[in-house]
Nanobody, 124 residues
Framework: QVQLVESGGGLVQAGGSLTLSCTDSKHSDNTLTMAWFRRGPGKERQFVAVIGQTGRGTSYTDSVKGRFTISRDNAKNTVYLRMYNLRPEDTDVYYC?????????????????WGQGTQVTVSA
């Protein structure tokens, strides 16, 4: 069983930085592909970034490339999303997601486990 717990959201000024963390609190033995989504204006969760099971593969949505970095520490069962040069349009609820599949998908339906979400607010 997998249980994802997120932390690190908050309020920051435009141009600032935040780091989100997501930990599998049940320390499952699964090797998981992990991703971050955000809720988006249409309330459908939109892909932000994904990292492969070994941490060697990553992918990002175009709007965050060069500003966000996803990484993981498998010893701590934790994935991070480091966000730099934040913009007001990055304001959203960010969700951590995981799947035992090795496919680094960008589609919400591919993920089996979700965190509760953490709010990121960027002021102008």
């Amino acid at each position: 069983q997998v249980q994802l717990v997120e932390s690190g959201g908050g309020l920051v000024q435009a141009g600032g930085s935040l780091t989100l963390s997501c930990t599998d609190s049940k320390h499952s033995d699964n090797t998981l592909t992990m991703a971050w989504f955000r809720r988006g204006p249409g309330k459908e969760r939109q892909f932000v970034a994904v990292i492969g099971q070994t941490g060697r593969g990553t992918s990002y949505t175009d709007s965050v490339k060069g500003r966000f970095t996803i990484s993981r520490d498998n010893a701590k069962n934790t994935v991070y999303l480091r966000m730099y040069n934040l913009r007001p349009e990055d304001t959203d609820v960010y969700y951590c997601a995981a799947t035992p599949s090795p496919i680094m998908g960008m589609v919400r339906s591919l993920y089996d486990y979700w965190g509760q979400g953490t709010q990121v607010t960027v002021s102008a």
